[in-house]
């Protein structure tokens, strides 16, 4: 098994209190264009929830795993389709004077290295996505 680390960021206007409460609540991510459902099948917004989520890329099953409000959201993929290892991902909120930098880290397992720089690729792309609709929607309020 190959692990590839991605990691994107975003800059959003908005005070960290605000952007971290958008992520925390994650059905917000349908705002993505490519994220077709978001939703919380045990528990809500706490550690050990968890949550589905279909994308253009598939469907997942994740496990919230720890939460710092206003700090950071832990989670990993427990299904998926297409199957994927992911054990550790976290968003990260710092703030930054009355802004916030969101730092999104993802570990994703696959069989060849081949598979994992295209599962990253990916996975870029997917989660930019969702970072420029909470932008765009955190900056208009």
Do not use: C
Not at 17 to 22: A, D, N, Y
Not at 41 to 48: C, H, I, R, S
Not at 98 to 117: C, D, H, R, S, Y
């Amino acid at each position: 098994m190959v692990t590839k680390k991605v990691q994107i960021s975003q800059i959003i206007n908005r005070p960290i209190s605000k952007v971290f409460e958008w992520f925390y609540h994650s059905e917000n991510f349908i705002t993505s264009p490519i994220v077709f459902k978001s939703n919380w099948v045990e528990g809500k917004w706490d550690k050990n929830s968890e949550r589905e989520i279909i994308m253009l890329a598939g469907w997942y099953h994740e496990k919230i795993t720890a939460i710092k409000k206003d700090n950071f959201i832990h989670y990993r993929v427990q299904k998926s389709f297409p199957n994927v290892k992911q054990d550790f991902t976290e968003i990260k909120f710092l703030p930054i004077h009355n802004t916030t930098k969101v730092i999104w880290t993802i570990e994703i397992g696959m069989p060849t290295q081949f598979l994992a720089n295209i599962a990253g690729q990916i996975a870029k792309t997917l989660y930019a996505t969702i970072m420029t609709a909470a932008k765009r929607k955190l900056e208009k309020q």
